[in-house]
DNA sequence: CCTTATGTTCAACGTTTATTGAACTATTGA
DNA sequence: TCAATAGTTCAATAAACGTTGAACATAAGG
């Protein structure tokens, strides 16, 4: 008798809620937490390079376990999208999901959070400043 | 000698941030709160009205005790300003500086939450729906 | 096949949170 | 002066949260 501790293959196929599930609430208190906004922070600096990350390129920001309970917080609500290949796992931002949902939402987060990249300790990205007084 | 329990006068002159000491994760995790939410979404509704609303007017989302709880939230992270008048107290939105400190924040937020005003249990406004497919 | 790398799951923990009712303060109006 | 009103504070509770390390699963490389 196999393990029952693990439930079919749910690290192979992570659960996402649809798009009209995606409920504010928990997308808001999830984007509250210092760690899981570097996170999207970060995948947002990236979008215009490449719109996916390795969950191994956040290692910076805690250890793995507790970044795994983050990302399936943020994949949970909604904010961002889990594929597995091979042993990896590549997560990127819903923002279509997210802008038809809430429009301006994602951005004025991130925008805001540019502006306190010091004060969140945001690892600062390539050049996302835009030169307005705080 | 007076009871102790009651640090001066502070319910008559409620601790405020300064614009600059608002944090965003703070106001994040303040609006995550659906109690929170449907007050901040109650005073933008009647913001061009009048800025200011009684803390009774709240009574329908839950006793007096838990929205003072609430209240004190939402005025420690910087999204309201209470002012005191007599035996009540008048609450209003820090609008000017939240818009200073993240723009367009605080209107995404209300936007998405009016269009999920039924999901969310938010007493609808006057005429706040603008007609916009989901 | 065995080892290594990547990431998840679990159990435990201490902390924070939301909610309640009772006690309390302060002001208003009779 | 007394009662009523508005709202805060406190203590207690249960639930949710973030963090940790150990155990586990899975796939890739030698």
Redesign the interface.
Known sequence: MRSLRYDSDMSRTPLHPTR?QI????V??C????IR?AIVYQLAQQEHISSELCCGDFSGLGGKSNLAYHFAKLRECGLMQTRVAGTNRFVRLRREDLDA?????L???I???A??AD??QLLSGCDVVDAQS?
């Open positions: 009209e409920e504010l609430p928990m808001l208190d984007l509250s937490d210092p906004l949902r809430f429009p301006g939402l951005d004025a987060v925008n805001s959070a502006k306190d004060r969140l705080n």
